[in-house]
């Protein structure tokens, strides 16, 4: 069992719809998750944090935690183009580990 | 502000030649710095990890080594490429665990 697992994708969604992207972790004792955003070629961007359960909103940004269910995801409400790009989610335990990525297409 | 440089930004290197890649954090000080490598379309491999000055831990046993002579400075090295050493490779800083990671701007190696 991977560690942090993604769906690769694509998702694909139209401009101004709410894309949700999800990413399951197999150790429980995690206690830091994050959000990056690689756009093609270029190195990943951190865009969200999230340590403890709920929902954390940045802008229009949303990331959910649910330790019990091992279950993080993000929210990207009225999503633009700007937005097509991979998104990694990260948690760290001892160290940072990453998922293989979910590639989102935000179509006009 | 912290920045992180890294470079050079592209590299193509015949096999069986060295490697020599450089990482450096400016604004902070005791950064953990690490070395990840992101084959094409796949995820993001560990490489090595540093605390502190001269303190190298890797996770994965291959050609490459890395060094951090430098509170500041990470980089990473190979005296023989192989072809399967290709793809993008990233630094990254933090301030400790359960902090999130910057990545510097990578640099793509082709072996070729």
């Not at chain 1, 990056?36 to 070629?41: K, L, N, T």
């Not at chain 1, 991979?86 to 293989?100: E, H, I, K, Q, S």
């Not at chain 2, 951090?68 to 050493?85: G, Y």
Request: hydrophobic share 30%; aromatic share 10%.
């Amino acid at each position: 069992q991977k560690e942090v697992e993604q769906n690769s994708g694509p998702l694909s969604v139209p401009e101004g719809a709410i894309a949700s992207l999800n990413c399951t972790y197999s150790d429980r004792v995690s206690q830091s998750f994050f959000w990056y955003r690689q756009y093609s070629g270029k190195s990943p961007e951190l865009i969200m944090s999230i340590y403890s359960n709920g929902d954390k909103e940045d802008g229009r940004f949303t990331a959910q935690l649910n330790k019990a269910s091992q279950y993080v995801s993000l929210l990207i409400r009225d999503s633009q183009p700007s937005d097509s790009a991979t998104y990694l989610c990260a948690v760290n335990t001892n160290d940072m580990r990453f998922g293989a990525g979910t590639r989102l297409t935000v179509k006009p | 502000s912290q920045t992180i440089h890294q470079w050079p930004a592209t590299l193509v290197q015949p096999v069986g030649s060295p490697l020599s890649l450089e990482c450096t954090v400016e604004g902070t000080s005791n950064p953990n710095l690490y070395w990840y490598r992101q084959a094409a379309g796949r995820g993001l491999q560990l490489l090595f990890y540093s605390v502190g000055i001269g303190q190298i831990s890797s996770e994965v046993p291959q050609n490459l080594s890395a060094s951090r002579p430098q509170d500041r400075q990470f980089i990473l090295s190979s005296k023989k490429l192989l072809l399967s050493d290709s793809g993008f490779y990233l630094c990254a800083w933090s301030l400790g665990q359960g902090n999130g990671y910057t990545f510097g701007s990578g640099t793509r190696l082709t072996v070729v």
